[in-house]
T-cell receptor
Framework: GESVGLHLPTLSVQEGDNSIINCAYS??????FIWYKQESGKGPQFIID?????DKRQGQRVTVLLNKTVKHLSLQIAATQPGDSAVYFC????????????FGEGTQLTVNP | DGGITQSPKYLFRKEGQNVTLSCEQN?????MYWYRQDPGQGLRLIYY???????QKGDIAEGYSVSREKKESFPLTVTSAQKNPTAFYLC??????????????FGNGTRLTVT
């Protein structure tokens, strides 16, 4: 079936560097995308979302880029900090599926001091 | 602060026993969800409820049951029929089920271990 997946299961960066986490999706009908951060033993925490009528959205130290042509989503974290170490999930949705999000497997981000 | 409370955080049961996981929200959200998370995998939907006294099966409902008697509560029962019950269980909510372009709010999960 349709799925949302991540290119890399793990990513290790130095503190202060920028991080880029990627996500591929295969459902061309998806029109809403979310990034979540999940720390060990906790539930996913909303980071940022983007609708398909946009190709870029910025938050505090985070930017999400959406390329609908190649069905690719990315999360950029500026000046990565040790507190950013976590698993990052992308998720996608479409109006016809109601509120049943499809989640990717996640990328483990490790920030080295 | 508004949020979703899942209890207990850790739960241990013997094989063959049913166990009920609690999920309470004070966000006044209509829709509630239960997900299962296994190591290295994405979240998989077990059951969801769009409104009180109504619920639907998700992708992996076999061996689970739910009830939605109150807006703020959506307990999940893991029955002895569930073949691999050991997992991290996450409860989530949404303002309304039609709010498909809004993010789910999650609780902090219950880790169930069945031996």
């Amino acid at each position: 079936g349709e799925s949302v997946g991540l290119h890399l299961p793990t990513l290790s960066v130095q503190e202060g560097d920028n991080s880029i986490i990627n996500c591929a999706y295969s459902n061309s009908a998806s029109d809403y995308f979310i990034w979540y951060k999940q720390e060990s033993g906790k539930g996913p925490q909303f980071i940022i979302d983007i609708r398909s009528n946009m190709d870029k959205r910025q938050g505090q130290r985070v930017t999400v880029l959406l390329n609908k042509t190649v069905k690719h989503l990315s999360l950029q974290i500026a000046a990565t900090q040790p507190g950013d170490s976590a698993v990052y999930f992308c998720a996608e949705n479409q109006e016809t599926s109601g509120s049943r999000l499809t989640f990717g497997e996640g990328t483990q981000l490790t920030v080295n001091p | 602060d508004g949020g979703i409370t899942q209890s207990p955080k850790y739960l241990f049961r013997k094989e063959g026993q049913n166990v009920t996981l609690s999920c309470e929200q004070n966000l006044n959200h209509d829709a509630m969800y239960w997900y299962r998370q296994d190591p290295g995998q994405g979240l998989r939907l077990i059951y969801y409820s769009q409104i009180v006294n109504d619920f639907q099966k998700g992708d992996i409902a076999e061996g689970y049951s739910v009830s939605r008697e109150k807006k703020e509560s959506f307990p999940l029962t893991v029955t002895s029929a569930q073949k691999n019950p050991t997992a991290f269980y996450l409860c989530a909510s949404l303002r309304t089920a039609s709010s498909y372009n809004s993010p789910l709010h999650f609780g902090n999960g219950t880790r169930l271990t069945v031996t």
